[in-house]
T-cell receptor
């Protein structure tokens, strides 16, 4: 049973435009959500996070939106740059026994010059 | 501050053999988690160690085991290797265990190929 789902395996965007990566979760015990970026031959790098008490968190070009009622979060990258091309993983964790990170399968973002 | 290091970076083994992977966390980090990444399954949690004790375990068979040393360095071992064990094994460290908001920092991974 996949508790964190990234339904789009890949996304292609033009440089300068907005990239929107989506993530859905099923476990209502999750209360902390993160996005990681991964380049080939490297480990995932933490990008941005959001607590369930917020519905938006912004860090430079990256904004994460959380819709708790829909159990949905999204990562917006504006403007997209070729260096943003990577695999993006959505992850979630919760309190108690759910504290360990549960990852989605990732979305490959390609930003075309 | 040095990041998470993993050795070796690449490994080729044959079915039935066993393998040991090593992870050195960021200085001051006491929690180490291990993940398996495969193309079809994404990142799957193997186990977490804190203060030399296993704190949490994922849904993997007993062939997968680990340990943590007093300096927080960790090793994971896979015995009786199967073809399906071919994957990228990632180690992540964080300051504490059991805190959902404590960011995990990943190493570059060990690419294991089982022939």
């Amino acid at each position: 049973d996949q508790q964190v789902k990234q339904n789009s395996p890949s996304l292609s965007v033009q440089e300068g435009r907005i990239s929107i990566l989506n993530c859905d979760y099923t476990n209502s015990m999750f209360d902390y959500f993160l996005w990681y970026k991964k380049y080939p031959a490297e480990g995932p790098t933490f990008l941005i996070s959001i607590s369930s008490i917020k519905d938006k968190n912004e860090d430079g070009r990256f904004t994460v939106f959380l819709n708790k009622s829909a159990k949905h979060l999204s990562l917006h990258i504006v403007p997209s740059q070729p260096g943003d091309s990577a695999v993006y993983f959505c992850a979630a964790s919760g309190r108690g026994s759910n504290y360990k990170l549960t990852f989605g399968k990732g979305t490959l973002l390609t930003v075309n010059p | 501050k040095a990041g998470v290091t993993q050795t070796p970076r690449y490994l080729i083994k044959t079915r039935g053999q066993q393998v040991t992977l090593s992870c050195s966390p960021i200085s001051g980090h006491r929690s180490v988690s291990w993940y398996q990444q495969t193309p079809g399954q994404g990142l799957q949690f193997l186990f977490e160690y804190f203060s030399e004790t296993q704190r949490n375990k994922g849904n993997f068979p007993g062939r997968f085991s680990g340990r943590q040393f007093s300096n927080s360095r960790s090793e994971m071992n896979v015995s009786t290797l199967e073809l399906g064990d071919s994957a990228l094994y990632l180690c992540a460290s964080s300051r504490v265990a059991g805190a959902s908001t404590d960011t995990q920092y990943f190493g570059p991974g060990t690419r294991l190929t089982v022939l």
